[in-house]
C-alpha cells in the first residue's frame, strides 16, 4: 500500500477526502521520503509493514468524521507476555510453563467431559474395562421384597426376618457393582481418554485399577446364573425367597471368584501407588478430585473404592449367618451352614497366600539389609567365582527336607551384640524391636 498525507494536512476533509488521498488524489503527489519521516516519527521502532498499518487511520482526529461510521481505532504493540502460575513462571520453552499448560489442557478437557459427556474409547478397551451400553439390563431390582410377595401380611415375623436379610444379600450385591463400575466407566474411561491426547500418560491404569474388570465380570456371573434366579422365581411365584436356591451357587464360590486371589495380593501396592501419585502428580490429584465430584461417583473416594472388594468379599459370610440366624427349618440351615463353610475356606485361602506374600517381602527385606558376606577368605579369583553364589543370603529359597507348605518366617528381629568371653568364646545377645523380651538366643537354622 502506498502511503499517503494524512488528511487534515490538505484542503480535502472528512469522508471523501481520505478516500480520494487513498485512491490517488492530488495529495499522492507528496514524495515517498516524507511519509517515512512521519514513520519514524510515529512508531519508529516497528518495522515497515508494521507501520503502514500502525499509521493507516482514514478517519483521524479532527478529520470532520461522517456520522454513523466509526473509526478504525490503531492497535497498540502487545507487550510482552508474562508468564506465571500457580505452578510458576517461566518462558514457554521451560518445564514450568509445560506444566501450567497441562494444566489448562487437564482443565479443559474435564470441563468437556462435564458438558457433552464421557467419549467411547476404542471396542477393546470398551471390552477389556466392561464399559458398554445396555450390559446392565438384567442389574435392576424392586424397592422391597414386599413387592414380589403379596402375602406378606401373613408371614410370620421370623420368616419376614429372614427375608430381609436375603433382600440385604441381593442389594448389596448391585450396589456393590454399581460401585466397582464406577472405577471402570468413570475413573479408567477418564484416565484412558486423557492419556489419549498426551495426558497423564506416565499413570498407568492398569497398576492403578488392577484386575477391577474381572471382578466385574465375575459378580454379573454370579448375578445371572445364582442371585438373578432365585429373584425370578420369587418374581413368577409370589413366594418368599428360597435360601436353599442358592446352595449351589455358594458351593463354588472359590471357582466363581478367583480373580479376587489376584486383587487381595495386589491391593496393598495399588492403594500405594494411588496414594503416591495423588502426593506427587498434580495432574492426576486434579484429575481425581474431577472424579470424585462427579455425580456419577455417588461421592466415592478413590481409596475407598479401591478396598471395597476386600469389605465385599470378607461380608458373604456375615450376610449368610443373618439368613442363618432367621431360619428355623433344619434343611434350610444345613444349606446354610454348607455355604458359609465353603466361603469361608475360600477366605482362609486368601489370607494364607496375603500372609505368605507378606513373609516374602520381609524375609527379602532382611536378606538385603545383612547384605552379602565372605564364607572365607578366597586364595584366587577362581575360588572367589565359586564361592560367590555361596555368598548371599537366601531367605526366599525352599527348606531342604520339607514340604513346600513350610516356609521360612521371620520370628525375631533385632539388633546383635557379640560379646567375647574366656577361652575365645562369642555370645550373642540380641535386643529385641518388636516387644519380645530380650535374651540370649541361638541363631536359627534356616
Not at 246 to 274: D, I
Request: net charge positive; charged share 25%.
Amino acid at each position: 500500500m502506498q502511503a499517503f498525507v494524512p488528511p487534515d494536512e490538505g484542503p480535502f476533509q472528512g469522508l471523501v477526502a481520505s478516500r480520494i488521498e487513498t485512491y490517488g488524489g492530488r495529495h499522492q503527489a507528496s514524495k515517498q521520503g516524507s511519509a517515512d519521516r512521519l514513520h519514524s516519527q510515529v512508531a519508529p521502532g516497528l518495522d515497515p509493514g508494521r507501520r503502514r498499518l500502525h499509521y493507516y487511520v482514514p478517519f483521524a482526529k479532527g478529520s470532520g468524521q461522517v456520522r454513523g461510521v466509526s473509526p478504525l481505532k490503531m492497535q497498540e504493540p502487545e507487550p510482552k507476555k508474562k508468564y506465571g502460575g500457580p505452578l510458576g513462571a517461566g518462558p514457554p520453552h521451560s518445564p514450568k510453563f509445560k506444566e501450567v499448560s497441562k494444566a489448562r489442557q487437564l482443565e479443559m478437557r474435564l470441563h468437556t467431559f462435564s458438558m457433552f459427556g464421557m467419549p467411547r474409547l476404542p471396542p477393546e478397551e470398551r471390552q477389556h474395562w466392561e464399559i458398554g451400553e445396555g450390559s446392565d439390563s438384567s442389574l435392576v431390582i424392586e424397592k422391597s421384597w414386599k413387592e414380589l410377595v403379596p402375602g406378606h401380611k401373613e408371614m410370620s415375623r421370623e420368616l419376614c426376618h429372614q427375608q430381609e436379610a436375603l433382600w440385604e444379600l441381593l442389594t448389596t450385591e448391585l450396589i456393590y457393582v454399581r460401585k466397582l463400575k464406577i472405577m471402570t466407566n468413570l475413573l479408567a474411561a477418564g484416565l484412558l481418554n486423557l492419556q489419549r491426547v498426551g495426558l497423564l500418560t506416565e499413570v498407568s491404569a492398569e497398576t492403578l485399577f488392577g484386575n477391577v474388570p474381572s471382578l466385574i465380570r465375575a459378580h454379573r456371573s454370579f448375578w445371572e446364573e445364582v442371585l438373578g434366579p432365585t429373584l425370578g422365581e420369587t418374581r413368577a411365584s409370589g413366594q418368599p425367597l428360597d435360601p436353599v436356591s442358592l446352595q449351589n451357587g455358594f458351593l463354588t464360590f472359590s471357582q466363581r471368584f478367583q480373580p479376587y486371589v489376584q486383587y487381595c495380593l495386589q491391593v496393598k501396592g495399588t492403594m500405594a501407588y494411588a496414594r503416591e501419585q495423588q502426593d506427587n502428580n498434580p495432574l492426576f490429584h486434579a484429575f481425581v478430585q474431577w472424579c470424585e465430584k462427579h455425580k456419577l461417583a455417588g461421592r466415592q473416594m478413590l481409596g475407598d473404592l479401591l478396598i471395597k472388594p476386600h469389605q465385599r468379599v470378607t461380608k458373604y459370610p456375615l450376610l449368610l449367618q443373618a439368613v442363618l440366624k432367621r431360619s428355623p427349618e433344619a434343611h434350610v440351615q444345613e444349606a446354610l451352614s454348607t455355604m458359609i463353610a465353603a466361603v469361608e475356606s475360600f477366605l482362609r485361602h486368601i489370607n494364607q497366600l496375603v500372609h505368605r506374600s507378606e513373609e516374602q517381602e520381609s524375609l527379602v527385606a532382611a536378606a538385603r539389609r545383612i547384605g552379602p558376606y565372605d564364607v572365607l577368605e578366597p586364595s584366587s579369583e577362581e575360588v572367589e567365582k565359586n564361592l560367590r553364589p555361596f555368598c548371599t543370603l537366601d531367605l526366599t529359597s525352599p527348606m531342604l527336607g520339607v514340604s513346600s507348605e513350610y516356609i521360612r518366617q521371620l520370628l525375631l528381629e533385632g539388633p546383635v551384640r557379640v560379646k567375647e568371653g574366656r577361652e575365645g568364646k562369642l555370645t550373642l545377645s540380641l535386643s529385641s524391636t518388636h516387644g519380645f523380651p530380650a535374651g540370649r538366643v541361638p541363631l536359627p537354622l534356616l
